[in-house]
């Protein structure tokens, strides 16, 4: 059974970094999907950044140059650390796995989600 339960949420200052982590069980292929997705009140949930393979990442235009998603397969955790973070950042932050090793189509497991909020 999957699971997986983020944390490292909380509210910061524009400009400030925050680093979520995910913690995973019941995924025993290191290449397969992960990522983060996010959902601001009102919006749709997007996706924030993914990794795949051995250490392929894609991440929404939005975050490119100021997040950075990671894996550290020894210890069974996915991490995306935020810099320069903005007000428009805010939303709640979810972590998501795919038993595939691709990131087409819809993933497979979604944590619970932890919430980030960005002040002026």
């Known amino acids: 059974q999957v699971q997986l339960v983020e944390s490292g949420g909380g509210s910061v200052q524009a400009g400030g970094s925050l680093r979520l982590s995910c913690a995973t069980s019941g995924i025993t292929d290191t290449w397969s999907c992960m990522g983060w997705f996010r959902q601001a009140p009102g919006k749709e949930r997007e996706a924030v950044a993914r990794?795949?393979?051995?250490?392929?990442?894609t991440y929404a235009d939005s975050v490119k140059g100021r997040f950075t998603i990671s894996r550290d397969n020894a210890k069974n955790t996915l991490h995306l650390q935020m810099n320069s973070l903005k007000p428009e950042d805010t939303a709640m932050y979810y972590c998501?796995?795919?038993?595939?090793?691709?990131?087409?189509?819809?993933?497979?497991?979604w944590g619970k989600g932890t919430l980030v909020t960005i002040s002026a």
């Open positions: 998501a796995a795919k038993t595939a090793r691709w990131c087409d189509g819809f993933m497979d497991y």
């Open positions: 990794i795949y393979g051995p250490a392929y990442t």
